[in-house]
């Protein structure tokens, strides 16, 4: 609390509070509570912050199950809850970029458990380390596969490239996480309807923004993926940074809140909006 003054923190925390941003009222008012124990106004801030929190994780319950094992954002518990939901306890899945199967994975604690899958690298050396990796799996049931996942390139399509696999046409999880053009990827596939699908977006965008990658900024954005899940016969249940999608017709088995079924803005987490100081003051002083 050394570079600006205690009054100027609250109204930070107090903008925080007015954009959602409930992850920095939360450590404002710590830092502030730290610094000052008897400054009640940011015990008020930060007991809204916790409640606003909380009420986010009643209309996208999901995310209370994350927890890490091999994922980064929490998506092996969020994954695993929905298996559970879905009655799902063995199967197959699809990733890619998949580096060596392992780093920061959505499928590897699945694979470990024993299911088939394909993992696909386009870097011929990290592609060596994925050999590897699935040479160690139990059974040898994943398949490693060097390709550049294309949207519109002919035999480097996901479609070509299942095609010479034999994973199911509706095979339990497909993760995209390629960094760029995620949702032309998806957009691509035709002929596979995965049960669940885990795609990263650029989270910087808030809803309402739609946007879609190829302009100066990597990546597209929340609210766009939201609208291709729904085109393709999906439903977004959860976001972590990535955007989890469960196919609407299996969607009624997780039990989740109308609300989220009918608005996927609701589960899109805050703590991935841009924020500046200056702004949260100037939007904290004018409340």
Known sequence: MNQITLDDAVKIANGAIAVGRYDVATAMCENIISAHPRCDEARRILNIAKDKRALHEAKSPLIRYKRNKYSQNGEDGIIAEILLRLRISSGSFCEFGAWDGIHLSNTYSLAEA??????????????????????????????????????????????????????????????????SCDYQVWASVKQYSPKIVVIEVNSSFPPPIRYVHGGETSGSSFMAVADLAKEKGYTVVCHTGNVICVRSDLVDALCLPEELIKDPSLAYISVYAPWDSDELLRIGGSL
Do not use: H
């Not at 799996?137 to 294309?150: D, E, N, R």
């Open 114 to 179: 024993g299911w088939s899958g394909v993992y696909i690298e386009g870097d011929a050396e990290k592609y060596k380390d994925l050999v590897t990796t699935c040479s160690k799996l139990p059974g040898q049931k994943v398949m490693p596969v060097l390709a550049f996942v294309s949207p519109d390139i002919q035999g480097k399509r996901l479609d070509d490239i299942l095609g010479k696999t034999d994973i199911p046409k509706d095979f339990d999880i497909l993760s995209i996480d390629i960094d």
